[in-house]
C-alpha cells in the first residue's frame, strides 16, 4: 500500500473545527484513501472514505486535493468525545489475496480541551 | 448496524495454556481479521479469512492459529500462550474486500499471559 504521513498530534478546543492532514504523494489511481479514529480502550472505527471527490457523512467530512496527493478531515464541531487517534490509509480497489489487510500507521493523536 | 463481538473483554490465562479468542459477526461479512495492537507498534494482522475454511497469515502469525468453520465466526487460538502474548487483540470484519465500504472492529480483548 502507498505510504501517509500524518502529524503525531494535534490540539483542538471543543467546539470548534478541526482539520487533520493526511499527505499521501505516491497515492495511485486505484487507491481509495480511508479514515479511522480509535479512541481510548476501543477498537478502531470508521469514519470516512473517498476516492477522487469530497465525501460528507454524519460524522466528518473529508476534502481531497485535487492532484490526490493529500487530504484532509475535517470536524465541523470537536466534542470532548471525539477525541481519539486518527488514521488515515490507503487502500487499493484492485488489490486481493494478502492485501485486504489494513495496514494502520501511527496516525494522529487528537486532544479536545473542554 | 453491524457488530463484531468479541467474546471477552479482558482474560488472564497462564503460560502454556491453550487460549480461545472467539469473534463473531452479525452482517455475513466474507473477511474477518485478528490483530494485535502493542504500544509503540501499532495495530499488526495475525490472520485473517475470507471465506469459510479460508484463511492466510498476515504479518505475525507465529504461535496464533486460527479457525472459521462458521460464516459469522472467527476464532483465534493461543497453542500455547506465552508471555509476550499479552496484547489487545481485536477482530474485524468486512464486506467483499473491504476497501469502498470499511471494516468494523470488536471492541477488543485485554489478554494478559502471567
Known amino acids: 500500500d502507498a505510504k501517509t504521513t500524518q502529524p503525531n498530534s494535534m490540539e483542538s478546543n471543543e467546539e470548534e473545527p478541526v482539520h487533520l492532514p493526511c499527505n499521501h504523494s505516491t497515492i495511485s489511481g486505484t487507491d481509495y484513501i480511508h479514515w479511522y479514529r480509535q479512541l481510548p480502550s476501543q477498537g478502531p472505527e470508521y469514519v470516512i472514505h473517498?476516492?477522487?471527490s469530497n465525501v460528507n457523512n454524519r460524522m466528518a467530512s473529508l476534502a481531497i486535493a485535487e492532484d490526490r496527493k493529500s487530504s484532509t478531515l475535517i470536524l465541523h464541531r470537536a466534542t470532548l468525545r471525539d477525541a481519539a487517534v486518527y488514521y488515515c490509509i490507503l487502500r487499493d480497489v484492485n488489490s486481493g489475496g494478502s492485501n485486504y489487510k489494513l495496514t494502520f500507521g501511527k496516525g494522529t493523536l487528537l486532544t479536545v480541551n473542554p | 448496524d453491524v457488530k463484531v463481538t468479541q467474546s471477552s473483554r479482558y482474560l488472564v490465562k497462564r503460560t502454556g495454556e491453550k487460549v480461545f479468542l472467539e469473534c463473531v459477526q452479525d452482517m455475513d461479512h466474507e473477511n474477518m481479521f485478528w490483530y494485535r495492537q502493542d504500544p509503540g507498534l501499532g495495530l499488526r494482522l495475525i490472520y485473517f479469512?475470507?471465506?469459510?475454511?479460508?484463511?492466510e497469515k498476515g504479518d505475525i502469525p507465529e504461535g496464533y492459529s486460527v479457525s472459521r468453520e462458521k460464516k459469522e465466526r472467527f476464532s483465534l487460538i493461543l497453542e500455547s500462550a506465552s508471555t509476550n502474548q499479552t496484547s489487545m487483540y481485536l477482530c474485524?470484519?468486512?464486506?467483499?474486500?473491504?476497501?469502498?465500504?470499511?471494516?468494523?472492529f470488536g471492541s477488543g480483548t485485554r489478554l494478559t499471559v502471567v
Open positions: 473517498g476516492l477522487t
Open positions: 479469512s475470507y471465506d469459510v475454511k479460508m484463511k
Open positions: 474485524a470484519s468486512s464486506l467483499y474486500r473491504g476497501l469502498r465500504y470499511g471494516y468494523t
